[in-house]
């Protein structure tokens, strides 16, 4: 049994229907066409607590903006494309991807509480990344077998949308590799649906032996209000380290204004800006991209007004590097 407030029940009762949105958030009636047209590209998805963040009537909110669907998408635009980060050729086994040295990134799920319209795997295959009972012995043998590997980064879909006895499951089967000695999880659900951080997860969390590292995705200071914040809370007193990622997207968080608000937000509530990425080029958010020449002068603005730990660095993800590659400040 679950109430009607539980993480499952928020996540199982998300809003897919464009005139469900629009109605719910008194936007125009005209909106709901065109999003319904984009999303049979992409589903709508945005759960409860994530819409109650955003303000009604206002077409130009920067959290409604990442969520609703614009018939923009569905516009070819050269150069953008459905595997940006070329990332079928690092796919050795079903729910494997290993690009970097000694990190492996496991998709647990194609499950997410929220469709992210800019998001780089929006047209991922995660029907052929199940990990069932047969790939999930693969992928620990594959793990076993390289003794390079330190670390497991949890990837998605949201890996946090997985029931806690699975998680419970592959931390303890994790732990089990000696040789592995950090797991990352890359979630969006503790800070869309927060009532995701339960006591039984901050207990799987903080009871492994590995170091875990919680990455967050927030692009907007508005998405962390208190009950986020006091998730993020409760996630630091487990003793889990909290970074956030986020993505610098056009009409949403393109100035210093919001990149201050966002940053300053997050270290407000413990989570220390870690990386802003310049949008991976995937088929269906080329509206969302910014010239890295303006990214760099708005990261370099913001370096002036403050301190460098709250300066995340700007990056962009190169198919066929070995890292990040992270993109210099400017002088004017
Ligand atoms: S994988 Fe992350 S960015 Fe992509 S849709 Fe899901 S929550 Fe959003």
């Not at 070329?86 to 194609?110: C, D, F, W």
């Not at 879909?157 to 806690?164: H, T």
């Not at 270290?267 to 969302?288: E, N």
């Amino acid at each position: 049994m679950t109430s009607l407030d539980s993480w499952q029940q928020l996540l199982s009762h998300t809003i897919d229907d464009p005139a469900e949105l629009i109605r719910l958030l008194d936007l125009p009636e005209t909106l709901v066409a065109p999003a319904r047209e984009a999303a049979k590209g992409f589903p709508l998805r945005v759960p409860m607590p994530y819409l109650r963040r955003i303000e009604k009537g206002n077409p130009d909110d920067p959290l409604l903006k990442q969520v609703l669907p614009l018939v923009t998408e569905t516009r070819k635009v050269t150069g953008f494309v459905a595997d940006p980060l070329s990332e079928a050729q690092y796919n050795p086994h079903q729910g494997i991807v290993h690009k970097y040295k000694g990190r492996v990134l496991l998709i647990m799920t194609g499950a997410c509480a929220i469709n992210c319209r800019y998001c780089f795997r929006r047209h991922f295959p995660y029907d052929e990344n199940r990990l069932g009972p047969e790939q999930w012995q693969t992928m620990l043998n594959y793990l076993r077998t390289d003794s390079s590997i330190e670390e497991v980064i949890l990837s998605g879909g949201d890996p946090l949308a997985v029931s806690d006895n699975r998680l419970q499951r592959l931390v303890n089967d994790l732990s089990t590799i000696r040789h592995l000695k950090r797991l990352r999880i890359h979630s969006r659900l503790p800070v869309v649906i927060p009532e995701r951080v339960t006591p039984e997860l901050l207990k799987i969390l903080n009871e492994s032996r590995l170091q875990t590292t919680l990455v967050l995705h927030v692009n907007h200071g508005n998405e962390i209000d208190e009950t986020v914040g006091h998730a993020l809370n409760a996630l630091r007193d487990a003793r889990i380290t909290l970074l956030n990622q986020a993505v610098l997207l056009r009409g949403i968080n393109d100035s210093v204004p919001a990149l201050k608000h966002l940053n300053e937000s997050l270290f407000g509530w413990g989570v220390l800006p870690y990386y802003l990425f310049v949008l991976d080029p995937v088929d269906g958010a080329a509206h969302f991209d910014i010239p890295d020449a303006e990214a760099q002068k708005l990261v370099t603005q913001l370096q002036a007004q403050l301190p460098g730990y709250l300066v995340p660095k700007l990056a962009r993800e190169i198919p066929d590097r070995p890292s990040k590659t992270v993109l210099p400040t400017v002088t004017s």
